[in-house]
């Protein structure tokens, strides 16, 4: 069968490196453009912003993307795994994606906007005598809108999947996409000097016994991942008393079970909440004094996902000087999963336990099978746990070769892995082996999680990794770097809601 025109032909598909002449040859058509975002999502955003606010121009940067706006794909994951807007997210109240200075913090505007010193009062009180501050997701999601438009990010979007990204003989490379339907020609090229991949998680995968439950039943409704709509669960349990399996320890899974008891005490339901554990912690663990964390009732708990060293302080400095098996003993370390420790539901599930509704316990579970009236049959080290519906909170992440941009690096584009499985990235965040003349290939973001700084698949993780890749496009004389005074005036636009 001929490759359709405009289409990738098995000589581009075989090559690791192309010239002009095999993209003419092929008929797919070519812009020019300097730089190249591939994700468009909150990772992407925030290293643009950097760039806008250091002066280069939005001709000279696209973004690719199959999403309509950055914050998308957060917002739907936080939606269905129970974070409406108007729940707090687990964020430092200065870890502010629309805002590169940090300052004002999202406590002190919502305290402004409140008219009240309460939200202060928090921060200088937390975690001793107070919860830790988090963020609204609609706080967020609203700062992120408004710091879109200021920055003019729609002009530089373009609409479409990203297939793959190759080196260009003599230098940069050519990154191919599909562009929506209706197009002249299957497949568009993008020439430019420098890309940089901000594509988020692989893809989530189920526990073996799950996977194999849904496969094998054709059941998708009883059986639900919390990232993936599954409000059905919880109207079912406003029609009758019934028993959830909820498995997982961590935001998620805490996410959860809060919405579970909420609606449990506001519409005097009758459920039934069996908590199961992989990984059963009964109090302060860790494997030193200065690597500790609080636990209890099975959680690990731990106020944001890494310790805030990470960010700035010792963590940060000893990581950036480790390898191979160093660093990996490093991240187990420090690692694990973990939940922040709220007031509310802590009283909830103790209520729980008292009454006997809420069940928690640690065991590796064998099988899952449909039993009769319609509930499920989930065997636990032997026992056998009746319930209507289980929801899987673990949150397991697919291996970075399911995903399709990311498995041609590695296989054509000299990108290696890191101790962790994912992208190995320098310490300025360009992925290692991938340099092409003049040209250099970045990745921020969870696809880079294992490499020199850990936190990157958070808010400020996301904001260090693009300040990272700032200074190193200036460095190279791309752009310029951000010094006090265009800082300090550009700050002040900001806050007035001016354009760059």
């Known amino acids: 069968m001929d490759t359709p025109a405009g289409d990738l032909t098995p000589a581009l598909l075989n090559a690791a490196l192309w010239t002009d002449g095999m993209l003419a040859d092929a008929g797919i058509p070519v812009s020019d453009v300097p730089f190249v975002s591939v994700g468009g999502g909150i990772g992407s955003f ?46 430092d109240s200065s870890s502010r994606p629309d805002n590169i200075w940090g300052f004002p913090s999202y406590a002190l ?3 402004w906007r409140d008219r009240s010193l309460r939200h202060l009062a928090q921060v200088l009180t937390e975690p001793i005598f ?12 609203a700062g992120l809108e408004r710091e879109s438009a200021r920055i003019g990010y729609p002009s530089m979007l373009v609409k479409g999947a990203v297939r793959l990204v190759r080196r260009r003989e003599g230098g940069g490379y050519f990154t191919i996409l599909t562009p929506p339907a209706g197009s002249p020609t299957k497949r568009v090229a993008y020439r430019s000097t420098y890309v940089h991949l901000a594509v988020g998680y692989p893809g989530l995968r189920f526990l073996p016994d799950l996977q ?27 029609t009758r008393p019934g028993t959830v399996v909820v498995r997982g320890g961590g935001i998620v899974a805490s996410r959860v079970l809060q919405r579970l008891m909420d609606d449990r005490a506001a519409f005097g339901l009758q459920t039934r909440i069996v908590h199961l554990f992989r990984t059963f912690v009964t109090g302060t663990h860790g494997s030193g004094v200065f690597m500790r964390r609080r636990g209890g009732h099975g959680w690990a708990y731990q106020g944001f996902n890494y ?3 990470v960010w700035g302080g010792q963590l940060k400095a000893q990581m950036r000087k480790l390898d191979g098996e160093e660093r990996a003993a490093l991240y187990k370390r420090m690692g694990g999963t973990n939940t922040p420790k709220r007031g509310h539901w802590q009283r909830q599930m103790a209520a729980g336990r008292a009454a006997g509704w809420y069940e928690a316990m640690q065991g590796t579970v064998e099988k899952v099978e449909p039993a009769p009236h319609g509930q499920l049959a989930s065997t636990v080290d032997g026992r056998v746990i009746r319930s209507h519906f289980v929801i899987d909170c673990t949150g397991l992440e697919a291996d970075i070769s399911e995903h399709r941009v990311l498995a041609d690096l590695l296989e054509h584009s000299g990108a290696g892995r890191n101790p962790l499985g994912r992208l190995e990235v320098e310490r300025h965040f360009e992925v290692k082996g991938t340099a092409s003349g003049d040209g250099a290939l970045y990745a921020s973001g969870a696809t ?11 808010f400020l993780g996301l904001q260090v990794a693009a300040q990272e890749i700032a200074d190193d496009l200036a460095r190279r004389g ?21 354009p760059v």
Request: proline share 7%.
């Open 46 to 91: 925030v290293l643009v912003d950097y760039l806008r606010i250091a002066g280069v121009p939005a001709d000279q940067i696209r973004v690719l993307s199959n999403i309509d706006h950055p914050w998308q794909t957060y917002e739907y994951l936080t939606r269905v795994s129970q974070i409406p807007r108007t729940q707090r997210i687990r964020s």
């Open 109 to 111: 505007s919502e305290a």
């Open 130 to 141: 107070s919860d830790y501050w988090t963020p609204r997701a609609g706080t967020v999601f």
């Open 212 to 238: 194999e439950f849904r496969e094998k039943y054709r059941d998708h409704e009883h059986v639900v991942n919390a990232y993936e709509p599954h409000e059905h669960v919880y109207e079912f349990l406003k």
């Open 307 to 309: 310790p805030k060293s």
């Open 448 to 458: 880079t999680l294992g490499g020199y700084f850990p936190g990157v698949d958070t």
């Open 478 to 498: 791309w752009c310029a770097r951000i010094g006090p005074v265009r800082s300090t005036s550009q700050w002040f636009r900001w806050l007035l809601g001016r």
